[in-house]
């Protein structure tokens, strides 16, 4: 039986997520990796990269850095790790905000590649600007922080010879995280998703992966695309927040 890849990329995503945190704002709580990349940004949050262990000495840390840069106390953890913390984070005031399906793809079987045009994008400025109009108003500060972050991969996939959609990755200690996809509404439906799923696929497995993992919302189109391009469901993000 295949191990369970769950606790393996918890790690790889929690030292990955380091890489948001401006100059002395990022910390280490016990398992927890904390972040402040500036005001209001999705990134403002910890990872938790271990599978167990979170003390109540960590969470009054975490609480105090996150009071501190004055952000929600918001914690992301694989659903491996999870139930032993339930009773902790419950006391403490912390709920559940929403869910994430965790999926993952070996990267030795790999898709056709893409017969879309895909390239990699090597203005990161152009990039953002691009994702931030399929994500929509009010993202541009969270693209481009995404677009600079050191180790990033970026793809643009085009449609009749225009950009159409865009997507990221990264790889940490074997593991390509496949991210930040959006498509400007008027080219949605015409495969920009699967174009760049296969390309980031390929990509990560020229980058020395061996395993690619992504996050979508439950029941969603990108959920479809993404076991039609044979990601298989490994488990889920769990994100809470303190109230």
Known sequence: MAADPLPRLARAEATAHAR??????????GPLV??????????????????????????????AFSAAH?????????????????PLLGDRGYALEYVLHVYTHDLTALPPPPTLDVQEELNP??????????????????????AHAPGTQLMTALVEGKPAASAALSVQDGVAALYGTSTLPEFRGRGAQTALLAARLHLA???GADLASVFVTPGSGSERNVRRAGFGVAGARLTFVRR
């Open 20 to 29: 948001y945190g401006r100059e002395g704002a990022v910390a280490h709580f």
């Open 34 to 63: 904390a972040v402040h990349a500036g005001p209001n940004l999705p990134v403002d949050t910890a990872w938790h990269g271990g599978s167990a262990g979170l003390s109540a000495a960590d969470l009054d840390a975490f609480e």
């Open 70 to 86: 004055g952000q929600s106390a918001t914690l992301h953890v694989l659903s491996h790790a999870a139930p032993p913390l339930l």
């Open 125 to 146: 400025d152009a990039w953002a600007a691009l994702s931030a109009r399929g994500f929509g108003p009010g993202t541009e500060t969270m693209m481009r922080l995404v």
């Open 205 to 207: 497995a020229r980058l």
